[in-house]
């Protein structure tokens, strides 16, 4: 048999999160319950199958993945506490963490693992990891503790997939049937807290795991109660009805940070979404690169976010913030109007009308009509186009744009994130490059990243890639859009991710605490 060379090493590392905004200097105290607003509630109880965001954040509570990633995107062991990778990139060792505890009690082994791997895998169980897992042929159980992963092919996002429950989670062997979509209870998992019960409509409850492997809850139990519109939820929390609330509404975490509304403590998903402005290049306009410059540099990112998010967003110039791994330091446009009216002047800008496209629902008005009144600084003239969410999709898809608002998500990783701006065949059928960028350099940049696994030599390739993009702009980044939630100041401790998990590694739930 071949000899395994490690090509990754394991980071031995214990995480701590940063403290919540407003956490006292208490020592923390067990016992209680925290009751939690959510905006959606269950639909099924076979964590394998994954039906929306909601349910996979309340599933964190019970379940876990092999791997962790922390707040910057670097990943870390957790059911799994080393890894290998083989020299050809298709075999991966795992060593797993010895002594976990299943809510049954039993004990994890690699026997599990390839349980719920190999369910995962099974088409006819329609797990919403088959996706994720479709470079991985096998799995192999080498002893008690230690499996191997053989790929079919290489893929660089394997230990970033790995590190999310929506891949799979660990369960015990045979605790799921194949084909069984609605089981009537959840099978065991891991995670800090076991699964009490689920009235449909009332409430979903869970108790502390006293025999967890890591840090154990504080809080004896946590009770989640859907309420789904977003006001109803806040006056909720206000009354004392709940504990905590998700998803709280922006013109209330404003009064809230202002002081205006006391008692009431928050905690910022800071990368829930994004806003970005991006250019069709592939037609007149903005297909002359300077004119794309011109509007970049005219735009004031803070601003804009300052008048549709009440200044509760945060500006970017890439599409992951800085201080996370995959951010780097490299020249992009800045604010100028100065270099903005010297660019437009180049690009022989002759005060022609410029359309720019948004979608109905969102706060595009808004961050339109900021744009809007920046550019008019500078002596462009723009019209404000906000369509419905099927006629824009048709129009950007189709090319038939100048430039346009866009959403955007918390990518874990930085290949579908730039994969968006690779070359497709027809710049009138549009899949995911909506901008219609095509060029050579940036492709061949790509499939180097697509065939590398060493996470220091990803870096470097995507350093390139970051600083072509910002070069030749098709899309400028102006932020991250946040998620709150906010609580009642007796809930203490309380700290979620980027993307607003209930249950992240090293904060969440099981970190809150209650001083009541």
């Known amino acids: ?6 090509l990754s090493f394991v980071l031995i590392a214990t995480l701590c999160f940063a403290a919540s905004l407003h956490a006292a200097s208490a020592e923390p105290k067990r016992g209680g319950s925290i009751t939690l607003g959510i905006s959606k509630e269950l639909a099924l109880m076979n964590p394998l199958i994954n039906t929306s965001s909601t349910e996979a ?74 996706e994720d897992l479709s470079a991985v042929d096998r799995a192999e159980v080498v002893d008690k503790y230690t499996f191997k992963m053989h790929l079919k092919q290489h893929n660089p996002l394997l230990l970033t997939v790995l590190s999310e429950i929506r891949a799979f989670s660990a369960i015990p062997k045979e605790s799921l049937t194949e084909g069984m979509r609605k089981p009537t209870t959840f099978p065991p998992g891991t995670g800090p807290f076991k699964f009490v019960e689920w009235l449909p409509g009332q409430r979903i409850v869970f108790d502390r795991f006293g025999d967890y492997w890591g840090q154990k809850a504080y809080v004896d139990r946590v009770i989640m109660r859907e309420i789904g519109d977003n006001t109803v939820r806040f006056t909720a929390l206000q009354a004392g009805d709940v504990d905590m609330i998700e998803r709280t509404p922006y013109e209330w975490v404003q009064q809230i940070v202002e002081g205006k509304i006391r008692g009431v403590g928050y905690a910022k998903a800071a990368r829930a979404g994004a806003r970005n402005l991006e250019f069709n290049v592939a037609d007149p306009p903005f297909n002359n690169k300077k004119l794309r410059l011109a509007i970049a540099h005219a735009l004031d990112r803070k601003e804009i976010l300052q008048a549709a998010y009440h200044g509760l967003a945060d500006a970017a110039d ?7 791994y995959w951010n780097f330091d490299v020249p992009s446009p800045a604010f100028d109007q100065n270099k903005a009216k010297a660019l437009l002047k180049e690009a022989g800008y002759k005060g022609e009308t410029l359309e720019l496209m948004g979608n109905r629902g969102e706060v595009a008005d808004i961050e339109g009509a900021t744009i809007q009144a920046q550019l008019k600084r500078i002596g462009v ?29 918390d990518y874990p990783d930085p290949l579908p994130a730039y994969e968006e701006y690779a070359c497709e065949p027809d710049p009138r059928k549009r899949r995911l490059n909506e901008s219609g960028y095509c060029d050579k350099e940036y492709d061949a940049l790509l499939r180097k990243a697509e065939a590398e696994v060493d996470q220091d030599k990803r870096r470097t390739l995507f350093r390139q890639i970051v600083t072509k993009l910002l070069d030749d702009l098709p899309i400028f980044a102006i932020g991250f859009t946040p998620r709150f939630f906010t609580f009642r100041d007796h809930v203490k401790g309380f700290v979620t991710n980027g993307s607003g998990d209930f249950e992240p590694w090293g904060g969440g739930l099981s970190h809150a605490w209650v001083d009541k």
């Open 1 to 6: 048999m071949k000899k395994a060379s490690p």
């Open 57 to 130: 954040r309340i599933r964190e509570l019970m379940f876990e993945p092999l791997l962790a990633r922390d707040l910057k995107g670097a990943i870390h062991p957790r059911l799994a506490e080393s890894w290998e990778i083989w020299k050809d990139s298709k075999v991966y060792t795992f060593k797993l963490r010895r002594g976990v505890k299943f809510h049954n009690g039993k004990e994890l082994t690699a026997d599990d693992i390839k349980f719920a791997i190999d369910y995962t895998l099974n088409p006819k169980n329609g797990a919403y990891g088959l």
């Open 318 to 324: 890439q599409r992951f913030p800085k201080g996370h």
């Open 381 to 409: 003239k723009v019209e404000l186009k906000i369509l419905e969410r099927a006629s824009a999709l048709e129009a950007r898809r189709q090319g038939k744009y100048m430039f346009k608002l866009a959403g955007g998500s």
